[in-house]
């Protein structure tokens, strides 16, 4: 079991900034390909962007060139840089390790609350 804990949610305006942080426990972190998901109220979870063992990145279309996720693999931390936030941005965010080495999983953080308005 992986427990996950996320911080740095907030209320920003249009085109303001935010930088999320997930906090995972485990031995074995560097081994985790590690995502961020949002849920905006009405609607599904979705994909956000992830992060490979390795260091690759992957973006949905909707924050390419705006988010920027990293991972700090001596402080167990993955990190989602937000930037130029729009109202539709707008989610409570969670952060999801979605495997371990070549082993898939679904662990979940509790989630952070991103608000993006004016």
């Known amino acids: 079991q992986v427990q996950l804990v996320e911080s740095g949610g907030g209320l920003v305006q249009p085109g303001g900034s935010l930088r999320l942080s997930c906090a995972a426990s485990?031995?074995?972190?560097?081994?985790?390909?590690m995502g961020w998901f949002r849920q905006a109220p009405g609607k599904q979870r979705e994909l956000v962007a992830f992060?490979?063992?390795?260091?690759?990145?992957t973006y949905v279309d909707s924050v390419k060139g705006r988010f920027t996720i990293s991972r700090d693999n001596a402080k167990n931390t993955v990190y989602l840089q937000m930037n130029s936030l729009k109202p539709e941005d707008t989610a409570v965010y969670y952060c999801?390790?979605?495997?371990?080495?070549?082993?898939?999983?679904?662990?979940w953080g509790q989630g952070t609350q991103v608000t993006v308005s004016s």
């Open positions: 999801n390790v979605m495997r371990i080495g070549t082993e898939q999983v679904n662990y």
């Open positions: 992060i490979s063992s390795g260091g690759t990145t």
């Open positions: 485990g031995s074995r972190f560097s081994m985790y390909r």
